[in-house]
């Protein structure tokens, strides 16, 4: 392979570095803080595991677009594409009896061969949390408000957070006791807000009015807070009520938090894996083509691991909150080296014993600094040091340290 092929990354991966890089760091260290104060403690797992970890029957990521390979043994193994059934298997195998909340947190990378999608990216760092055991609606406003905390601490401010309830179309399902791939076909409709294809395929199976109406009025929930109200106009299912009356709930408890300004409703949203089974939400800011975080709960998930505990989590692709922060003009300025410290290269290393023993002075009191031996005139170091963004330069000659001018 010629020198100019190997500089170059495969399709869909790419290198991080300088001051991007410095971002993405900064940003994770932000993370990590909120996800502490909040009691989630960091877990890691593999970055490949057996394939029927994200089969599709566990309404993961579909086959084809995992990197599959094989052990020694002939075991098939993927490279993470999700992160949530990991954490999940993690959960299962490490916390026996889980009689009070575990509370995970992560930043890690995923990889999915999007083969159709042309300058998408299949390494993505994710960060998010995972609740196992807490089952009920305080579980749900407590990941939900973690969510917006974390968004703002990477310093956005201007976001919304969608929130739906799969029960609403579940109950609808049940209703109108039609078969998985007609309910998938529906459901593949309302997820793409194609609201008049779906008002044609419900009337021509046939339904009753009133369930006609409950598919066709998912359209018309949508917005603040106010449009919940319509529900009782739209449906009698008590299924569907009942997921309504739950985001009301929601609401109050989001707004105990103080949070109810970024918060906005959809009942057609039902989340892009079949294992959510309530609560779904997704955060959207300006200068992302795509959510910015998504996440849900899913009770159902962890039985496939042995363990039948209640579970809700989100994740967020750093990319894209980056993306919006640079739209939106957002400076984040992460922590760097500002010093840099030249010493002179004499014949008796003089000048380098000053310059470690001053650095490491330096270092102990807490600064971070770069020693530079000056193989070159000062001018070129001086240069150097505006390039590469340092703001101070100290230079060591014999046992004198002096501050040079910039």
């Known amino acids: 392979m010629k020198i100019e092929k ?7 991966v790419r290198d991080v570095y300088g001051e991007e890089s410095a971002l993405y760091r900064e940003l994770e260290d932000r993370l990590r803080k909120v996800f502490l104060s909040y009691g989630y403690s960091d877990i890691r797992t593999p970055s490949f595991e057996y394939f029927d970890v994200f089969s599709e029957e566990r309404g993961s990521v579909p086959s084809r677009d995992l990197y599959k390979f094989f052990d020694h043994d002939g075991n098939t193994l993927v490279l993470r594409p999700d992160i949530t059934p990991a954490i999940a298997r993690c959960a299962a195998k490490y916390y026996d009896d889980i009689l009070f909340p575990v509370r995970l947190s992560y930043i890690m ?15 993505r760092t994710q960060a998010g949390a995972e609740c196992f055991g807490y089952g ?40 109108a006791g039609i078969d998985d791939d007609t309910a998938e076909e529906l459901r593949s409709l309302i997820s793409g807000k ?31 807070v106010s449009c919940l109200e319509k529900a009782p106009k739209i449906t009698s299912n008590p299924v569907a009520l009942a997921a309504v009356d739950y985001l009301k709930r929601l609401y109050s408890l989001l707004s105990a938090y103080g949070m109810e300004r970024f918060l906005t409703f959809d009942l057609g949203m039902l989340g892009n894996y079949t294992y959510y089974t309530g609560v779904v939400f997704r955060a959207f800011s300006y200068g992302s083509g795509e959510p910015i975080a998504a996440g849900g709960r899913y009770d159902r998930l962890m039985r496939q691991f042995g363990k039948d505990v209640p579970a809700i989590g989100f994740g967020m692709m750093l990319d894209t909150v980056v993306s919006a922060l640079k739209a939106q003009k957002i400076e984040i300025t992460p922590a760097r080296c500002e010093t840099l410290l030249v010493f002179e290269d004499d014949a008796d290393h003089t000048s380098n ?29 001086l240069a150097y040091a505006k390039s590469a963004g340092f703001t101070r330069v100290l230079y060591a000659c014999g046992s004198e340290v002096t501050e040079a001018e910039l």
């Open 109 to 123: 990378d995923t990889f999915i061969n999007h083969s159709g999608y042309q300058g998408r990216l299949k390494e």
């Open 6 to 12: 190997l500089l170059h990354t495969p399709d869909g």
């Open 353 to 381: 014993l000053t310059a470690i023993t001053h650095a490491r002075q330096m270092r102990n009191a807490g600064e971070n600094v770069q020693l530079l031996k000056k193989t070159r005139p000062m001018e070129d170091c």
């Open 136 to 175: 009920d609606v305080d579980a749900d406003a407590e990941m939900i408000a973690l969510l917006i905390r974390a968004l703002r601490n990477c310093g956005l401010t201007e976001f919304k957070i969608e929130l739906g309830q799969v029960d609403f179309f579940r109950g609808l399902v049940e209703e």
């Open 194 to 224: 194609n609201f008049y294809g779906l008002e044609d395929r419900a009337r021509k199976l046939g339904l009753p009015e009133d369930i006609t109406a409950g598919f066709v009025g998912i359209s018309e929930l949508f917005g603040d």
